[in-house]
């Protein structure tokens, strides 16, 4: 039997492992709210979603108060049923980030015990194109470091065979961002691919001037320039560079992917499963983007979001940020430059249960 017998929610605070600023905030915690349900015939499946430091008490009152109480009784196995169910009952709250965190922790619970139950990785049973895919770093780009310090975390990155670095940019003149990617171009050469990323800080006006000033250093992208909802803006852009522009991680439904893709104002998708609102959209929107000939290079979670982009054709490149390692006992595997998705039956986190205990919030 697979009827759900059991709905439980948590939520802890695990700390960031380096200091993390961008142009618009800094990154103190990762308030994380986990799901565990468990099914007659004794399988657990353990799904989760994250804030970076606020809002994480409501997802979980949202959890507890209204949807766990719903799943008593229900087939695990129906994943879209359930999850079309859920969104039906918080149709007043959506679209919006509290709603979509909330049905993803669901969500990818109801994945891991669907993986679990079929004895399958979530790699294989969501797709199964390839296990090993590309991976760049973020972790020494980061907008207060300084160009010294980028360039050798860039060369730290090229010596491991990543394939690219992530620089953080919106410096208060464009001009400063050019130099500190000059600097990393020029140390890493002509091959390493360099993302960069202005977290939604810019106006149409000032992002033109921005990729114009970043043009000459070959950026592989320009991420989140203006705010998410500026579809048109994006569009705008878009057409003024040769920079491909990179959107996603602050996108809370399938459809708002749509609009990017027909207005031609996003050269690569970056959806994040736990803001999109679980694995099953995320797929959604993957299989969406590739109809568009555009690839899927997900928003952090480096943990889950192997297994996704090794699933779909158009899966490109993992963003490596390490965040779980406090919590769970192991840890993704990077090899000659290739992140590994999983091959255990499940979404692949093997969480440390007392590790979590201790940074509960009551």
């Given amino acids: 039997m697979t009827m759900i017998t059991k709905a439980t929610a948590l939520l802890a605070d695990i700390a960031v492992e380096t200091d993390r600023t961008d142009a618009v905030q800094s990154f103190v915690k990762q308030e994380t709210i986990l799901v565990t349900l468990t099914t007659t015939d004794g399988i657990e499946g353990t799904g989760y979603a ?163 000033a970043l043009e000459p250093y070959d950026p592989y992208w320009l991420e989140e320039p203006m705010p998410a909802d500026d579809i048109s803006g994006h569009a705008r852009l878009a057409r003024s560079t040769r920079i491909p522009v990179a959107v996603g991680e602050s996108m809370y439904a399938p459809m708002q992917f749509r609009g990017y893709l027909e207005a031609g104002a996003a050269s690569v998708v970056q959806v994040d499963v736990a803001r999109v609102g679980g694995i099953t959209p995320w797929l959604k929107v993957a299989h969406l983007a590739e109809t568009f000939n555009v690839k899927v290079c997900p928003h952090f979670l480096m943990e889950l979001h192997v297994s996704l982009v090794a699933a779909v054709a158009n899966g490109a490149y993992v963003e490596y940020i390490p965040q779980l390692r406090a919590v769970t006992r192991t840890e993704l595997t990077v090899r000659d430059g290739l992140a590994v998705a999983p091959d255990e039956p499940g979404i692949g986190i093997d969480w440390d249960i007392d590790a979590i205990d201790r940074r509960r919030v009551s």
């Fill in 50 to 212: 994250y804030t970076i430091g606020t809002g994480g008490s409501s997802v979980l009152a949202l959890l507890r108060d209204h949807l766990l109480p719903l799943l008593a009784g229900k087939d695990a196995r129906n994943v879209e049923g359930l999850w079309q169910e859920l969104f039906g009952l918080t149709r007043a709250t959506t679209t919006g980030a509290i709603t979509s965190l909330a049905l993803a922790a669901i969500d990818t619970a109801l994945w891991d015990l669907r993986c679990k139950r079929a004895g399958e990785p979530l790699w294989r049973l969501a797709g199964g194109h390839r296990r090993e895919i590309p991976v760049y770093d973020t972790e020494g780009g980061w907008l207060h470091l300084g160009t010294d310090e980028l360039v050798e975390s860039a060369l730290a990155a090229k010596e491991a065979r990543f394939s690219g670095v992530k620089i953080k940019v919106g410096k208060p003149h464009p001009a400063e961002d050019a130099e500190r990617l000059r600097a990393v171009r020029e140390a890493v050469g002509p091959f390493l691919h360099i993302m960069t990323d202005a977290n939604q800080s810019q106006s149409l006006s000032s992002a033109v001037r921005l990729a114009a």
